[in-house]
């Protein structure tokens, strides 16, 4: 099985082949090839083999979000893979980058670990996702985690999702305990106007994760992690400008068509396509990249 | 309506005028599975036509839908009604949508109708899908129709459709749950009942939709190895998801490999982008034999059973 062997021509289907997918330039923001899913491979060995996909579908760079730590509600618990990973995001620069979870709980020690990760390690960025004990990225123990990133020019990624659920039933009445909504994420970016962050998963509900987040004009809105509807992105496209989009792919529980097939379906210009591909990331976090020698 | 045609064996036997018809969509697919170009087109059993009822969806016209198929080298389509999904009148419903697939882009789209067992005289509606209509199979949508599978007429649903030599398309997932309008409150359903109906009645054609919710593994392993049960791809998921659906090997463990004949292309369009599912055959590293056979033969053999 060679891997860089297509048995038909892509384009011959009305989509990109892998010389027009690489001229894209895509970085995905959302990559969970570390993420122990404790199925058929362990996390290095699953890494290794989303990588085969990685190449073959020509992205460019994946951004990991499970490095220092994957579990989902203890954000602060550390990892058994700690050194490879520090090794393969070091060794690496070129195709793969990682950010790493912090806990509002728990915002000393959320900033030791960003010292540890970012300032003194590999780390681009950080992440808020779920919180067993109902601290969201919007609770005020968050400022001290959000001055730091500033402070470092790291990138800021929010897990959101609008669950339906609950009785009576309301847009996030599903919602998992500590998982934000988008709502929450313009808590934050209230607070801080001049520090870009970006809403995960589009808010789960594109339609009203977008209408949350457009008065805020920090907040990126990122398609990954969600079922591909026609029309999302050039919904978004029109509610927030293509400028404030970024994209990611959330393999291997997603696959790289449902995720890019979303932007392809777009109604847009090429140059809009590829900002929502990778530019926006690489322009809003550019100095970080500077600063670590990351190849942008 | 008392003096409308009721569907009996002698009168079935008497109404296979529908045969040519569906004969000659048969032909027209066998024809076009690898043409001169050795571009194989693709034939998509799972579209829908008409408008979903909450949101405007970019290809719901059924004119710039059609281009859109083509763009992505499928030429024929199977097609039911959103409309279907939340009308009480399926006649109405049904009749549109044979007469939109009639007059729209020649032979791109094949009608399938709806029907729903938990409404009152629903054989009716099946005889006229397939009498009045010429369709060649049923779609049913039990989570939002409303009955579990456990329907006491599910089974013979299953065979009258047989009966007429018509496929019957179950579809599990038409939205995430999470994401539904709130008003909406869809049916916990489950497969489970079907592979035993199918092993009962061993000619009947049953293809799974947005299936994969539905079937966990202990199932999945039931339907390959017990019935004749075809699956779409539209709500495969996970990086490589078809390649690794053929070979057993998903992300989450091993898995009941599924044969690749059993796969048939089908993209939820226009709910979902063509492109991710015509990008699904491209992900994974696939042989040219196994995207033929993904891409259109499988179709046609499914049909020609049918008919």
Redesign the interface.
Same mark, same amino acid.
């Given at each position: 099985m060679n891997w860089q062997e297509f048995a038909l021509n892509p384009a011959d289907y009305g989509i990109p082949n892998q010389q027009q997918l690489q001229e894209l330039r895509i970085w995905s923001d959302h990559y969970h090839g570390f993420w122990n899913l404790r199925g058929l491979f362990p996390p290095l060995k699953q890494h290794e083999e989303m990588m085969k996909y990685v190449k073959r579908m020509g992205i460019e760079k994946v951004i990991s979000l499970d490095i220092g730590g994957d579990d989902d509600t203890e954000a602060l618990k550390p990892t058994p893979i700690e050194k490879e990973e520090r090794e393969i995001l070091e060794n690496n620069k070129d195709h793969i980058l990682g950010i790493m979870r912090v806990d509002a709980e728990f915002p000393e020690e959320s900033c030791a670990k960003m010292e540890k990760w970012i300032r003194n390690g590999p780390c681009i960025g950080i992440k808020f996702l779920l919180q067993k004990n109902g601290y969201k990225c919007s609770h005020p123990n968050a400022d001290k985690i959000v001055r730091l990133a500033e402070e470092l020019g790291a990138a800021i990624y929010v897990h959101t999702f609008l669950k339906a659920g609950g009785n009576p039933k309301s847009i996030n009445g599903g919602n998992s305990p500590g998982e934000a909504t988008p709502m929450d994420v313009t808590m934050l970016a209230k607070r801080f106007p001049n520090v870009p962050m970006i809403c995960g998963h589009s808010g789960g509900d594109w339609e009203l994760g977008a209408r949350a987040v457009r008065p805020y004009e920090n907040v990126l809105f990122e398609f990954a992690g969600s079922w591909p509807h026609s029309g999302s992105v050039d919904y978004a496209v029109n509610e927030l400008g293509a400028d404030r989009i970024v994209w990611g792919d959330h393999g291997p529980s997603r696959s790289f068509s449902t995720e890019l097939s979303k932007v392809l379906d777009a109604s847009i210009s090429k140059s809009d396509r590829m900002k929502i591909l990778g530019e926006n990331y690489r322009r809003t976090w550019a100095k970080m990249f500077k600063s670590k020698n990351i190849p942008a | 309506m008392t003096n409308l045609k009721k569907f009996t064996r002698r009168n079935f036997i008497s109404t296979m005028t529908a045969a040519p018809v569906v004969a000659s969509i048969t032909a027209s697919n066998h024809e076009h599975e690898t043409p001169p170009d050795n571009?194989?087109e693709?034939i998509d059993t799972n579209v829908n036509l008409f408008k979903w009822p909450f949101?405007? %969806?970019?290809?719901e016209d059924t004119k710039s839908f059609s281009a859109k198929l083509r763009?992505?080298?499928i030429t024929k389509a199977w097609a039911g009604s959103f409309e279907a999904v939340f009308s009480k009148s399926l006649n109405e419903v049904n009749s549109r949508l044979a007469e939109e697939c009639r007059k729209s882009d020649k032979g791109m789209f094949v009608p399938i109708g709806a029907v729903n067992i938990a409404w009152p005289d629903w054989e009716e509606d099946l005889r006229r899908c397939h009498e009045v209509h010429k369709m060649p199979g049923i779609r049913i949508y039990p989570a939002y129709q409303s009955y579990d599978l456990t329907h006491e007429d599910f089974p013979k649903l299953v065979n009258l459709a047989t009966e007429r030599s018509m496929m019957v398309q179950i579809v599990g997932t038409l939205?995430?749950?999470?994401?539904?309008?709130?008003?909406v409150?869809s049916r916990e359903i489950t497969f489970e009942p079907i592979p035993d109906i199918m092993k009962k009645n061993p000619r009947a054609r049953v293809q799974l939709l947005g299936w994969n919710d539905y079937v966990n593994d202990e199932l999945l392993k039931k339907f390959v190895t017990e019935t004749k049960a075809t699956f779409d791809i539209s709500?495969v998921?996970?990086?490589?998801?078809l390649g690794r659906l053929i070979d057993g090997?998903?992300?989450?463990?091993?898995r009941t490999p599924v044969p690749v004949e059993r796969i048939l292309f089908g993209s939820y369009?226009?709910?979902?982008? #063509?492109?991710?599912?015509? %990008?699904? #055959?491209?992900?994974s590293? #696939?042989?040219?034999e196994? %995207?033929k056979s993904v891409m259109n033969i499988n179709a046609n053999n499914f049909f020609k059973q049918v008919v």
């Open positions: - | 571009k194989p693709i949101r405007r %969806m970019k290809y763009q992505h080298r939205e995430d749950t999470r994401v539904q309008h709130p008003i409150a709500w998921e996970s990086t490589g998801g090997n998903s992300w989450f463990g091993v369009a226009p709910y979902f982008p #063509l492109e991710s599912a015509v %990008m699904k #055959l491209f992900e590293p #696939l042989t040219l196994q %995207m």
